[in-house]
């Protein structure tokens, strides 16, 4: 079973991402800052990754800038990042850091938002 990582600080959305992923079978952990979500990552074994980029102390590209610096215990899959940070400059970095996707919260369903998912899963680690 594919185990997601879901980065979010607000409450609505990290609920209802939990429960989309969930209802498709996916194991699905939740980080609410960005200590947390760093301590996870560090820890590693998730398939995929949801990381928003703004978060109460430091945001989610510094979050990515500090997995570069050491390397998790388990090796994660591919990042997400999920945002309503629609500037060039930040999806440029994202992508940079290693994010498999950069994706606008206003632009994407929760529908196509799980299909991205399993496009991404089946695609890149065959699940």
């Given at each position: 079973m594919?185990?997601?990582l879901v980065v979010e600080d607000g409450i609505f959305l990290r609920d209802l991402y939990k429960q989309?992923?969930?209802a498709e079978k996916y194991s699905v952990d939740v980080a609410v800052d960005e200590v947390q979500a760093l301590n996870m990552l560090l820890k590693g074994g998730y398939s995929l990754v949801l990381l928003d980029i703004k978060?109460?102390?430091m945001d989610g590209l510094?979050?990515?800038?500090?997995l570069h610096e050491q390397a998790p215990q388990q090796a994660n899959g591919p990042v997400f990042i999920l945002t309503c940070d629609d500037a060039e400059t930040s999806r440029l970095q994202g992508m940079k850091l290693g994010a498999t996707k950069y994706l606008i919260k206003s632009n994407i369903t929760p529908g196509q938002l799980v299909q991205e998912v399993k496009k991404t899963l089946e695609e890149k680690i065959g699940i």
């Open positions: 594919a185990k997601i989309i992923l969930e978060l109460p102390k510094t979050v990515l800038e500090k």
